[in-house]
């Protein structure tokens, strides 16, 4: 996707040769109408598949996943939280996730209540590095007897594990922006 390729070269900011920071447009700050953009691109991309339901993790996948639905006539939204509180309460779908950036485990949750056997779900996340977050949320699926038809990401680290893990294990992959490498901390996009 142009669009989101000529924001990060503009706005995002990598740190180390390792990690690309865009709070300016999504993760902090959210750039509505690149947002709506992404979202439309991926109900085109997914326009061949029938989607019950979208997955995604708190909290930067929750507004792009919103996005998503919109392009997909409202389709339902639900997001795993990262940290159990108070408001936790039923039992809850469950998997383990390793943060690459926080460089901790946590537990993702899913109310039982948000999600149906037989139903079909897309996944939707920001960022594909080792795959940790979308396999979690794949677990999650599974769990609760659904059926994943594909995973979106908004912006892919092909030089890291995540995409060959995925597929791998079967599920179809459609990223938006794919990142080859990066050099003099700048990214270089996958042509």
């Known amino acids: 996707m142009e669009e989101l390729k000529q924001r990060i070269l503009q706005d995002g900011l990598v740190i180390d040769n390792r990690i690309l920071k865009i709070d300016s447009f999504l993760n902090q700050q959210i750039d509505t109408a690149l947002i709506t953009h992404v979202g439309q691109e991926f109900a085109r991309r997914f326009k061949d598949v029938h989607i019950d339901r979208i997955i995604t993790i708190e909290s930067s996948g929750i507004a792009v996943a919103y996005a998503a639905s919109l392009a997909l006539n409202n389709c339902p939204v639900v997001f795993a939280r990262k940290k159990k509180s108070l408001l936790t309460k039923g039992e809850q779908y469950t998997a383990k996730i390793y943060s690459y950036t926080k460089e ?47 995973i979106g990401i908004v912006v892919e680290k092909t030089f890291q594990t995540g995409r060959e893990t995925l597929e791998k294990a079967g599920f179809r992959v459609e990223s938006l922006a794919r990142i080859a490498r990066f050099e003099n901390n700048k990214p270089i996009f996958v042509e």
């Open 104 to 150: 901790e485990e946590y537990t993702a949750t899913i109310c039982k209540d948000y999600l149906h056997a037989g139903e079909s779900v897309v996944i939707i996340d920001d960022f594909l590095a080792s795959g940790a977050a979308a396999v979690g949320l794949t677990q999650i699926a599974a769990q609760a007897g659904c059926t994943v038809e594909g």
